[in-house]
């Protein structure tokens, strides 16, 4: 088998609504994301011949998943009272809403999905919150 390896980071803010701790506030993270794709095999012709996939193709899409979520305020949906998100958007902040907590683990299994939905045959997907500490989202 295989694997080819790749990393990408985004810089977000984000916070755990209902968490007993300090990761209830508004705080940041510098997000690594790896990504492992396989095969068992190797493309036969043509400029990518000897190739998983091209790099420069899992590069920019990763970049351009990641790169959406760059110096956002990642919110949970729901979890933030409708004035405070309005007041937010008039002035202009950069607010995503998501439909999970915006934890690692839940991070790792959204961009491991989206990075399938691209054609990708992924192995794995691991999100770094902090240097020390990552989740992992495998088949
Ligand atoms: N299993 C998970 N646990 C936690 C997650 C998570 O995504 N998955 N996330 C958080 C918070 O987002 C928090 O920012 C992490 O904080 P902490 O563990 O305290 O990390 P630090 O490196 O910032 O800790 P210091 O001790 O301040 O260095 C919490 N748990
Ligand atoms: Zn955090």
Redesign the pocket.
């Known amino acids: 088998m295989y694997l080819l390896k790749t990393l990408h980071s985004f810089d977000s803010a984000?916070f755990?609504a209902g968490?007993d701790?300090?990761?209830k506030n508004i705080?940041g993270?510098r997000w690594t994301v790896e990504v492992e794709v396989q095969s068992e095999t190797l493309i036969e012709e043509g400029q990518r011949k000897g190739m998983v996939v091209d790099f420069s193709d899992l590069k920019k899409d990763l970049k351009v998943l990641l790169d959406g979520f760059d110096h956002a305020l990642i919110i949970e949906r729901g979890t933030m009272r409708k004035e405070t998100l309005s007041c937010l958007l008039e002035d202009d902040f950069y607010v995503i809403e998501v439909d999970f907590r915006?934890?690692?683990?839940n991070f790792s299994a959204y961009f491991f999905k989206e990075l399938e939905k691209k054609g990708y045959n992924v192995r794995r997907v691991v999100v770094y919150?902090?240097p020390?500490?990552s989740?992992i989202f495998e088949k």
Do not use: F, I, M, S
């Open positions: 984000h755990l968490y701790g300090k990761c705080h993270h915006p934890t690692a683990e919150e902090t020390n500490n989740a």
